[in-house]
């Protein structure tokens, strides 16, 4: 990821938990953690952000949770998450694969204890 580019295209991490769905963010909103940029939707978000970052940065470093489980790397479309457990978890999304779908049909805590071993290995 570029640096100077906000994850999650922008999307505000906070307003996964806290909102119907991801909103996008502001720059005006900005916040760093671990060299990465979010940009989250209001004063508030940014506190609460700014507060527990490790709360509301998504799963495996931003990359699609059902790809970590089988150790590849595919790209997230990040209006494609669920949240799980007080964790969010990012998704590929195009017009041939929807992970999420696939993610759904499988054992969830076999998914992610396999995503947690191939990310942290």
Not at 29 to 49: E, Q
Not at 50 to 64: L, N, S
Request: glycine share 6%; net charge negative.
């Amino acid at each position: 990821m570029n640096n100077d580019q906000p994850a999650l295209d922008g999307y505000c991490p906070v307003a996964y938990f806290v909102a119907d769905g991801p909103l996008k963010g502001s720059a005006e909103f900005a916040s760093t953690h671990d060299d990465v940029i979010y940009h989250l939707v209001s004063a508030d978000a940014k506190a609460m952000f700014d507060a527990e970052p490790t709360k509301y940065v998504p799963a495996y470093g931003g990359a699609c949770a059902f790809g970590m489980s089988i150790k590849e790397n595919f790209p997230i479309d990040p209006t494609n998450y669920k949240v799980s457990d007080g964790r969010l978890f990012l998704f590929l999304k195009n017009d041939d694969t929807d992970a999420l779908e696939l993610w759904n049909k499988e054992n969830e805590a076999d998914l992610i204890a396999k995503a947690d071993a191939n990310f942290s290995a």
